[in-house]
């Protein structure tokens, strides 16, 4: 006990002996002083700075008196490229300073108040075309095209977006359009001769196929509703009245008119123009996916694609029609690797019931073009039947590029039994793709077929382009 008394003694003498130990701070050290500034005289005897060791000496510095005579004669230039650049400089600096991308960003998407849809297409034979699209909210926009074949386009578009629900939305469209130098290649699956060899031809029983050229005037009301009672599954109906007016070209002996090689008498409505009633039902299904996160949703991988038209046609004024038209145009996707190796499979199919003594001749199924067999011109081949198919490969380049090749083969024929697998027209190519992480913004092709090269620059995905009446 008397050692463990000691030791708390101990302990006791310790604690009561730190806070005096800790008091003891150590003293602040005195200041330094400062060492004085050298004066003139200490420094009397240095080197010049031209004269000290080891130094390397400018031998420039003669010509570098000679330096105001590209300085003078640069002036001008100088100046002029700073004044030319300054609106960019400013530009950039208003774009970041305020927010001009996400006001852009918007204007663009359509995801503001009002919307802009710039557009620049480009087709072999017909020149250039662009326009605009402007949109307030998701309920009215308007489509201003001009130059190429479609000349003029103005068209007005009202949708009720969601005022009838998510899962119905009505559409009234008006449009005036001007077609310049649109191909006739006679009606039948020839293969092209050469203008001037033939006059005065019946297309309707001669299959002679020439390059001729005319002009159209297309005005049209449509009333059209989507309706959408599944996940994959859309329905669209569709009441129009279509009014056609047609006349020979005017350039100057540099085109082939339509009425030097076809007898126009023979071509039905061309002289009295088409005006007609058209109601249409078409379904269309489409379960396409990507299959990786990070491919483009522009870009779908895997799945079907499947849309079906019947319509009916009924002629006003001296019209003939009284036809009933129908399509099928079927895709298959299928993921090679990875969701960017991608193979795609189609088949179409239209038709209409009327000979063509009771249709007018713009109005028959039609192919060619950068919708169906792109390997060949706009129209090139027309009758009462037309069937097509296609295989296209694509595979990336980047995140934002991707390419394809594709073959095509199609034909026309007077009836479904007339159908010949070794009279199709084949059609084949490549081309490349942009596209960010969800739209697709355009793409570039050249083809080939039997009538020689052709080049497309579409603001449309191939896979996408509908089959329909209402196009020219």
């Not at 005022?163 to 449009?175: D, T």
């Not at 129209?379 to 069937?387: A, L, S, V």
Request: with cysteine; aromatic share 12%; net charge positive.
């Amino acid at each position: 006990m008397p050692s463990l008394a000691i030791r708390f003694a101990l302990l006791g003498l310790l604690c009561s002996g730190a806070p005096a130990a800790l008091a003891q701070e150590k003293p602040p050290e005195a200041p330094r002083p400062r060492p004085a500034a050298p004066s003139a005289s200490d420094v009397a005897g240095a080197p010049r700075p031209d004269q000290a060791r080891n130094a390397v000496k400018d031998e420039r510095s003669a010509a570098r008196k000679l330096l105001w005579i590209p300085r003078a004669i640069l002036f001008l230039p100088r100046w002029g490229l700073w004044l030319a650049v300054s609106p960019i400089r400013a530009g950039l600096y208003a774009f970041d300073r305020y927010g001009v991308g996400d006001r852009l960003r918007r204007l663009l998407s359509g995801n503001g108040p009002i919307a802009l849809y710039p557009s620049v297409a480009r087709e072999s034979g017909h020149g250039l075309t662009y326009g605009v699209g402007a949109g307030v909210g998701h309920y009215l926009r308007g489509n201003f095209l001009f130059g190429g074949e479609v000349r003029q386009l103005y068209e007005l578009r009202l949708h009720s977006h969601r005022l009838l629900g998510e899962g119905l939305e009505l559409e009234v469209i008006g449009a005036l359009q001007l077609l310049g130098e649109s191909y006739f290649f006679g009606i039948g699956n020839d293969d092209l001769q050469v203008a001037g060899t033939t006059s005065g031809v019946d297309a309707r029983t001669d299959s002679t196929a020439v390059t001729t050229r005319f002009d159209q005037e297309i005005r049209r009301l449509e009333i059209a509703a989507e309706w959408r009672p599944r996940a994959h599954v859309t329905a669209r109906p569709t009441a129009a009245i279509i009014d056609k007016h047609y006349s020979s070209v005017d350039a100057g002996g540099r085109l082939v008119d339509i009425a030097t090689v076809y007898d126009p008498a023979t071509l039905v409505g061309f002289e009295d123009g088409t005006r007609y009633l058209y109601g249409e039902l078409r379904l269309d299904y489409d379960d396409r996916v990507t299959t990786n996160p990070f491919v483009s949703l522009a870009l779908p991988a895997t799945g079907w694609k499947v849309d079906g038209f019947a319509g009916y046609a009924a002629g006003l004024a001296k019209d003939p029609s009284r036809y009933l038209r129908y399509g099928l145009d079927v895709q298959r996707y299928f993921d090679l690797y990875l969701g960017d190796r991608i193979l795609l499979l189609r088949a179409s199919l239209e038709g209409v019931t009327a000979g063509l003594d009771d249709i007018p001749f713009t109005e028959l199924p039609r192919l060619g073009g950068s919708r169906l067999m792109r390997g060949y011109r706009r129209n090139r081949f027309r009758d009462r039947t037309t069937t097509a198919f296609s295989v296209e490969y694509r595979y990336p380049i980047n995140r934002q590029f991707g390419a394809f090749v594709f073959l095509d083969a199609g034909g026309a024929w007077r009836r479904l039994r007339d159908f010949d697998p070794t009279a199709l027209h084949p059609g084949y190519g490549a081309g490349v793709q942009l596209h960010t992480a969800e739209l697709f913004l355009t793409r570039f092709l050249v083809a080939a077929g039997d009538d020689g090269v052709t080049f497309y620059l579409s603001f449309t995905p191939s896979a996408d382009v509908r089959l329909t009446t209402h196009a020219w």
